[in-house]
Every structure is written in C-alpha cells, then in structure tokens.
C-alpha cells in the first residue's frame, strides 16, 4: 500500500520562506506527475504547481516567481519551496502522484498540511 506524507508547513510571518516536502512510502515502479494544490477556508481546492516525468513545470498565476516544485524520484519525493509568503497563500496544502504500483497506476494523496501566513 503506497502512503503520501507531507510535512514543512506551519505558521510564519508575510515575506518569510517555507518548504513542503511529500514523500511516498510503499512499492513503486515507476513515477509520473507530481504536484501540489491547496485550499483556503471556504474555498475550492486549486492547483498550485506541477512537474511532469519530463520535469516540466506549470504553476498558478498567483505564485508564478514566489513557489518552485522539484522532485527526486529516488527518494519518492516532490517539494515545493515557498518563498515570499503572502496572508493569502494561507491554505492546507495537498501533495498528489501519480505513480505505477503493484496495482496500477493511480493518483495518490497526502493527507494535508497547514500553512499559516500571518504576523
């Protein structure tokens, strides 16, 4: 059973820096995309970044310049630095993969993690 956990969040102060990492435990043969979303209260999950196989990168208009997403499939990871935090980019934070598993392929999920972004 393939399991996502993530972590780096937590509360820190507008212009301050954050790093997210997600890290996939389990049987895994080969990795695809990888990427983040979020969630701020009362709204809609939206995409935040994605890297591809090919380590091609799209991000949201709204980050483009602040976020990079990286991965290192080696270590089932993919990251997402955060740098010059706004009150807005406040959220729970989702990682997915989409990776080959003894079961299939299929699109996996972390179970969330805060960011608080407030003086």
């Known amino acids: 059973q393939v399991q996502l956990v993530e972590s780096g969040g937590g509360l820190v102060q507008p212009g301050g820096n954050l790093r997210l990492s997600c890290a996939a435990s389990g049987s895994i043969f080969r990795h695809y995309a990888m990427g983040w979303y979020r969630q701020a209260p009362g709204k809609q999950r939206e995409l935040v970044a994605i890297i591809t196989d090919g380590d091609n990168t799209n991000y949201a208009d709204s980050v483009k310049g602040r976020f990079t997403i990286s991965r290192d499939n080696a270590k089932n990871t993919v990251y997402l630095q955060m740098n010059s935090l706004k009150p807005e980019d406040t959220a729970v934070y989702y990682c997915?993969?989409?990776?080959?598993?003894?079961?299939?392929?299929?699109?996996?999920w972390g179970q969330g993690t805060q960011v608080t972004v407030s003086s």
């Open positions: 997915y993969q989409d990776l080959l598993t003894t079961v299939g392929r299929g699109n996996y």
